[in-house]
Every structure is written in C-alpha cells, then in structure tokens.
C-alpha cells in the first residue's frame, strides 16, 4: 500500500532540506517511535547509504535498515527498505520538497508499506485505510519543528 502526504513549512526549501539532512534532528520529528537513528559507515551521503534505526510501537522494539536510492539536494531523497523485524516494512518512500515562493515549502513523504508477518497482514486493511492519518502527525512535528529552529 502506497501512503502520500503533503504538509507546508513556512520555510525556504534549503532551510528545510538543511533540517532533514541533520539526522539528530529525526528524533525530534519522527517522535514517539523513532528511538535511534544511526549512519552505517562512513563517507558522503548519497545512493548506497545505509541507515540503521530502531522504532517502536508500546513496549515492543523494531529494529530496521534501509538504504537511500536517491539524493538529490534540496529536492529530493529516496530509500528502500533493507530489512526489518517489524510487523510492516517501509519497502520504499521519499521525501521531494518544492518551494513554493522564497518563503514556503511544500514537503511530500510518499512510503509503501508491506506486511511481514502474519499480524501485519491481518492490520494491513487498517494501515490501508488509515493512510496519510498515519503519516500526517509526523509531518506536522516536521513542520513545528523547522518553523520553530532559528535561521
């Protein structure tokens, strides 16, 4: 199932694209989830870096992997999901950003998600229906988050 969700920062695209380039600041957007959040290895970040995180849902933990397919500053990232010990796996999303006048951005964060288990495939229809109401409070922490950095 592929989520799409857009949100506007009252932010200029390179701003915004500075903020999701600092991955510390992923634990202050993707929160109450996202527990750590790590680079594997070392070197520029392009296509080919790995990412090693661990989310959470209540008490259990998840760790995953994913790898960027696509980095396109300040456009433009894109991963796919390299494994995971969840109950859903991101396989694959992006985040494109627009500017929209010098001041404002439009942010786009696009995943498709697949069950990998036997409980993932019984809550898919859920995840599915749900759709962006999934996604749209972590943009918005995104967005409070970015509008509320100083320049």
């Known amino acids: 199932m592929r989520i799409r969700t857009t949100v506007t920062i009252n932010r200029p695209i390179q701003e915004v694209w500075a903020y999701l380039e600092d991955h510390n600041n992923d634990l202050k ?13 070392t070197g520029a970040v392009g296509p080919g870096t790995k990412y090693e995180g661990v989310v959470a849902m209540g008490p259990m933990k998840y760790p995953y992997v994913s790898e960027l397919t696509e ?11 390299v494994s ?21 951005t439009n942010v786009t964060h696009e995943i498709t998600m697949e069950p ?24 918005k922490q995104l967005k409070e988050a970015v509008e509320e950095t100083p320049p």
């Open 116 to 139: 990998q288990t036997a409980f993932g495939k019984v809550v898919a229809p859920v995840v599915e229906r749900a759709g962006s109401r999934l996604v749209m409070p972590l943009l």
């Open 71 to 81: 980095y396109k500053p300040p456009n433009r990232v894109a991963w796919k999901g």
């Open 84 to 104: 995971s010990a969840g109950w859903m796996i991101g396989r694959e999303g992006s985040m494109t950003l627009e500017a929209e006048g010098q001041d404002r």
């Open 29 to 41: 957007w993707r929160r109450p989830s996202l527990k750590s959040l790590e680079t594997v290895g």
